[in-house]
Nanobody, 122 residues
Framework: QVLLVETGGGLVQAGGSLRLSCAAS????????MAWFRQAPGKEREFVAA????????YYADSVKGRFTISRDNAKHTLYLQMNSLTPEDTAVYYC???????????????WGQGTQVTVSS
């Protein structure tokens, strides 16, 4: 079992930055592929970024490439998402997810956090 808790969301003006964190319980954090997804009101949950178990394989959605950076600290059991140059289109609830095995672009992850709200004002 893996328990995921996201923090770091909030309200920011367009062009600003936020850093999300996802703290994971369990001793096997380094065995899991980790990802960030987001869901805006009335829309489906969409892939944002993912990291393989070692952090060496990184993937981004085209909409965030060049603005967002995913990273992980296996020693601290923590996943991060640095978000820069935020736009109102980035407004959503952001979810951390864990999956045993490889990265997936679809929400086929085994464990999910409760989500953290990110609101970008224009």
């Amino acid at each position: 079992q893996v328990l995921l808790v996201e923090t770091g969301g909030g309200l920011v003006q367009a062009g600003g930055s936020l850093r999300l964190s996802c703290a994971a319980s369990g001793r096997t954090f380094s065995s899991y592929a980790m990802a960030w997804f987001r869901q805006a009101p009335g829309k489906e949950r969409e892939f944002v970024a993912a990291s393989g178990w070692s952090g060496g394989s990184i993937y981004y959605a085209d909409s965030v490439k060049g603005r967002f950076t995913i990273s992980r600290d296996n020693a601290k059991h923590t996943l991060y998402l640095q978000m820069n140059s935020l736009t109102p289109e980035d407004t959503a609830v952001y979810y951390c997810a864990a999956r045993y095995g490889g990265v997936s672009y679809s929400p086929t992850y085994d464990y999910w956090g409760q989500g953290t709200q990110v609101t970008v004002s224009s």
